[in-house]
């Protein structure tokens, strides 16, 4: 059990730039979760799979965000025309279908959008 | 909607004193509830989690939570808190597929020697 990895770490860019975060999962989780947390705040969820469908997805923030597990393995947090106001980080977790609440969390990715 | 109200933002407490972290939560039936704790870098951890049953569940590292259905209240307890404790902590609901988690604002403990 290696945990859940996430990267980069931290993502500096300029507004409008795209962006885009890699998350890999506990290998035998299939359920992955995405996150975004601001400073002072609980995360908050945005979107998760089970295996390489995703279930749910109207809480992303904006059609500018958008998430891909192609293989139903590793997946990708993508932001379009990034603003400052998506400064945050990004957060994910996987897994066991069945298996509630026991989320595994990654160490993060921390955008900062100048 | 469901909610969690975390009404404390920041705790301190000396190292060796009982620690109790509040929780209410607003949701349609009896949620699953659970409690995360995130040390500086790190990756939230699951401390405990309540689902039915016994309403005082066990969790790692010494916490223990009570679930009290009148008051809508899941609050963390320490007997005695050390000084690895330090960190944030977020209490969490959630329904049964729980493809939806809502976390509190999070209480950031602060131990002192």
Known sequence: DTGVSQNPRHKITKRGQNVTFRCDPISEHNRLYWYRQTLGQGPEFLTYFQNEAQLEKSRLLSDRFSAERPKGSFSTLEIQRTEQGDSAMYLCASSRQGVTGELFFGEGSRLTVL | AQSVTQPD???????????????????????????????????????????????????????????????????????????????????????????????GAGTRLTVKP
């Open chain 2, 9 to 103: 933002i920041h705790i301190t407490v000396s190292e060796g004193a009982s620690l109790e972290l509040r929780c209410n939560y607003s949701y349609g039936a009896t949620p699953y509830l659970f409690w995360y704790v995130q040390s500086p870098g790190q990756g939230l951890q699951l401390l405990l989690k309540y689902f039915s049953g016994d309403t005082l569940v066990q969790g790692i590292k010494g916490f223990e939570a009570e679930f009290k259905r009148s008051q809508s209240s899941f609050n963390l307890r320490k007997p005695s808190v050390h000084w690895s404790d330090a960190a944030e902590y977020f209490c969490a609901v959630a329904p049964y597929n729980n493809n939806d988690m809502r976390f």
